[in-house]
């Protein structure tokens, strides 16, 4: 197939430049809002010096007239002969390109994470796709960044008691076993205790109080995975590594976690081809566990959805214990007892090579899948709309006739956001912008919280239009289009 992509490579490139996009509408369109506390991204890294020596052209590229949509070429032999164009397109709620910094990626995806894992929830972020696509590129960057903003924030010398404590394990998961990667990789046991939280048994806990003690850390656990991956004879890592950060809150009386997870990479099946059976199994149980999390992160975005909007339906499935990843991630999924407020991020890295596109189509797709759509507001004759279709002037129009005694700010409360973003907010965050304001209490905001979802529920019922009450862009949800050459 490389040879085929090489020496066609100038008719695909004639034909890409030739190719004009159809406009995305329905379950596509990047208006409809998905889950409040998931959101799936894509970053596509830039083609290095050793892509552009081998002569493969880019095959991947953001579509600049909408937002949040890529378009990938593959180049098909054609049974008369002439190579084909087959493009593909693919929606995600944020999308990074080449240009895009580590720095404004976490700007974007990851600032709010940690004051709300400092007020108790939990943050969690994957990158995942194709070996080679800039996984580990992004997360280790992600954790530093992460750690800088948990030390540095709070000058040394105000540091007392009431601080939150930062504690920091990362380990390695490999099939079903797991290693300690701050402890020389030694193996460690992943437990349910009685009450049924997961122990990583054997791992170490370090405590962090300076920037400095969580970068060497860091750079301690790459370079055991570098080291490993490298003894067995082997570029890319074929294991999941979990940075785990735990944040008490003594003043608060609260924990939360953040976890940044560097998936291991997914193998397309011409390099399985070439590796011997153990190679093979491990990539079967690779494939096993990112299939269950799939199901898990999609599960858990759909009991979200229907706990936020009220909808009615059953539980979804998330079977967190079919695999070792999902059970150390088990905070994450378990909504028993009302589960534990989580805001998860996906980022699928994409190479964007004509080499790999298949592996590219392949991440998206299951981007795709992730994501989880909220039930659509419908706005009929004579009604106002939904809170979903707000822009800010009416948001904070809402907010100072609504909210009672001492006035609650909208420059506080809502000082840019739009409908769809307000109810995005987490109950946490809005409690807390809201109890920025001079002698407002508890009971005040929640019930200028409640006053809000029961609007949006309301409006919600009465509208004619309204679509199933859980749709998903789903796995046909990539389109494609031919273009023969001239
Ligand atoms: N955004 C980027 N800008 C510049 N270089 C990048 C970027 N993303 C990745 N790279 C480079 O691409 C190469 C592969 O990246 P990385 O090791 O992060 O891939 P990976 O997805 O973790 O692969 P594997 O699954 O094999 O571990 C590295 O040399 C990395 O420095």
Not at 385 to 411: A, D, K, L, M
Request: charged content about 20%; aromatic content about 6%; proline content about 5%.
């Amino acid at each position: 197939m490389d040879q085929f992509y090489l020496r066609n490579a100038i008719q695909y490139q004639a034909l890409v430049d030739a190719f004009k996009p159809m406009y995305l509408t329905g379950a596509l369109n990047s208006s409809d809002a998905t889950s409040p506390d998931m959101v799936v991204s894509a970053r596509i890294r830039p083609l290095l010096g050793d892509d552009m020596v081998a002569g493969f052209p880019c095959a991947v590229f953001p579509r600049h007239s909408q937002p949040g949509v890529l378009d990938i070429h593959d180049l098909y032999n054609h049974p008369r002969g002439r190579p084909i164009l087959k493009s593909f397109n693919y929606q995600v709620d944020k999308l990074f390109t080449p240009d895009t910094t580590t720095e404004e990626i976490y700007q974007d995806l990851l600032i709010g994470l940690v004051p709300f894992a400092r007020q108790g929830g939990i943050g969690t972020i994957f990158a995942y796709g194709q070996t080679g696509s800039g996984k580990t590129f992004t997360i280790s960057r992600l954790e530093q960044l992460v750690m800088e903003s948990l030390t540095i924030s709070i000058p040394e010398e105000e540091k007392d008691e009431s601080q939150p404590h930062i504690r920091l394990t990362i380990i390695e998961l490999a099939g079903n076993s797991a290693f300690d990667l701050l402890s020389a990789r030694k193996p460690i046991s992943i437990l349910e205790d009685a009450s049924g939280t997961t122990q990583l048994s054997g791992a170490a806990e370090h405590q962090i109080h300076t920037i400095g003690d969580a970068l060497s850390l860091i750079d301690r656990a790459a370079s055991l995975r570098k080291t490993a991956s490298t003894m067995k004879n082997d570029t890319s890592s074929r294991s999941h590594s979990i940075c785990r950060i735990r944040i008490a809150n003594p003043s608060a009386n609260t924990e939360g976690f953040l976890y940044l997870v560097d998936l291991a990479g997914s193998e397309a099946a011409r390099d399985v081809a070439t590796h011997g059976a153990e190679r093979m199994r491990e990539t079967k149980d690779i494939n096993l566990s990112l299939s269950v999390l799939k199901d898990c992160i999609r599960g858990r975005a759909e009991w979200d959805v229907q706990v936020k909007s009220g909808a009615k339906g059953k539980k979804p499935r998330m079977p967190f214990r079919q695999s070792a990843l999902t059970k150390v991630l088990k905070h994450v999924f378990d909504t028993t007892a009302g589960g534990r407020e989580c805001k998860t991020a996906v980022i699928a890295c994409v190479n964007p090579s004509l080499a790999d596109v298949g592996a590219s189509k392949n991440t998206l797709r299951y981007a795709e899948m992730l994501r989880v759509l909220m039930p659509r507001v419908g706005k009929n004759e004579g009604e106002g709309y939904g809170v979903f279709e707000w822009g800010n002037g009416e948001v904070r129009e809402w907010i100072i006739q609504n909210c009672g005694t001492p006035p609650i700010s909208p420059n506080i409360l809502a000082p840019t956001e739009s409908g769809a973003e307000i109810l995005r907010l987490s109950a946490l965050e809005f409690d807390y912008r809201c109890l920025k304001n001079p002698g407002v209490t508890r009971e005040q905001t929640e019930a200028l919280r409640s006053k809000l979802w029961q609007l949006h529920i309301d409006s919600q019922r009465q509208s004619t239009t309204a679509t199933p009450a859980l749709s998903s862009t789903g796995t046909d949800s990539s389109m494609s289009t031919a273009h023969e050459l001239a």
